[in-house]
């Protein structure tokens, strides 16, 4: 039984088609579906079913998918043991984080990151919460990123950040001078406030109930770029994570005020599919993440500050 062969079945079990798997592993899909059907010869039984579409899974393709993906997990281990004796530490790494994590930050990861390991691939894509769970369930991501992390069932979780939650307003607020400030401050305010199907969401609703707060919400969104926006217009005020709201900060546009009186936080968490070893490559980047990831907010503004600065420049040229 040929390995390729087996990468190329898991490919066409992970996106349900054999076109897709094809342009993923840069193969025909006529090659795809040769392989498979190798595979199912060599072990007499069904493995996928064509009739449907998408293409779905025999029983025996379901257990064999399972096998197929610790033998591809263990054979890269070795592979990767056997690199790190010449200290080439090489591979490619599939990461999948919500937005407001993705944007704010993982551009100065994955550079950082590439200028001690060039041969590493890092690709990243950014998804709805949902979204990323499936995707690492399906083993289509080495891991995800996430607020309000859930840990349990194949999910295993790694704790990461803690992310001060503020009170976000217009720069010409009222509330702008303030510096810090009381929740009970912001009862009946026009609130411009996250989807309810997301964790922060519904978390933030209960830490307003506990402090007896009811706010006016005017606006819903699903993403926070889009609440930001609708705060600088002059909307209505929110809850943010105090990092996600740094470059309006030093722009100008809005004003962060902390909290007095409440801790309130949003955790982000590294999920894994439990009981799967991840690549050494992968593991590096984990722990390039929780032990460098920027947590004092100034250091974060002097971030993009010079950020901004360079934009300006370069607008200049």
């Known amino acids: 039984m040929h390995l390729k062969n087996v990468e190329i079945f898991c490919e066409v079990a992970t996106n349900r ?129 996430l607020s309000f992390p859930r840990e349990g069932g194949e999910n295993s979780c790694l704790p990461w950040q803690k992310q001060e939650i503020v009170l976000v307003v217009p720069a010409d607020h009222p509330l702008a001078a303030r510096s810090e400030i009381a929740p009970s401050a912001i009862n009946g305010e026009p609130f411009i406030a996250l989807s309810s199907e997301l964790k922060i969401r519904r978390q933030i609703n209960r830490w307003l109930k506990e402090e007896g707060v009811q706010v006016d919400i005017t606006h819903t969104f699903d993403d926070i770029e889009n609440v930001k926006r609708a705060v600088e217009a002059g909307a209505g005020i929110s809850l943010l994570p105090h990092p996600t709201v740094v470059r309006e900060e030093v722009l100008g546009t809005l004003k962060a005020i902390r909290l007095v009186g409440v801790e309130w936080v949003r955790p982000l968490g590294i999920v894994h599919r439990r009981h799967k070893q991840l690549s050494i490559a992968a593991q590096r980047f984990v722990e390039m993440l929780q032990n460098d990831f920027v947590d004092d907010v100034s250091m974060v503004n002097d971030h993009y500050r010079a950020h901004v600065r360079q934009e300006a420049a370069n607008s200049n040229i």
């Open 17 to 145: 088609s054999f076109s897709k798997a094809a342009k993923v592993i840069h193969i025909s899909q006529s090659s795809a579906s040769q392989a498979v059907q190798s595979l199912e010869e060599r072990l007499g039984v069904q493995l996928i079913n064509r009739s449907t579409r998408p293409l779905e899974l025999t029983a025996a393709g379901q257990v064999f998918l399972t096998g197929c993906r610790d033998i591809l997990d263990r054979f890269r281990q070795v592979e990767e043991s056997l690199k790190t004796i010449q200290d080439d530490v090489t591979g490619r790494i599939r990461i999948s984080a919500i937005y407001s994590v993705g944007l704010l930050s993982m551009e100065r990861f994955i550079k950082k990151f590439q200028q001690q390991y060039p041969g590493i691939d890092i690709q990243l894509s950014y998804s709805h919460p949902d979204d990323v769970y499936e995707q690492v369930l399906q083993d289509r991501v080495d891991f995800g990123l």
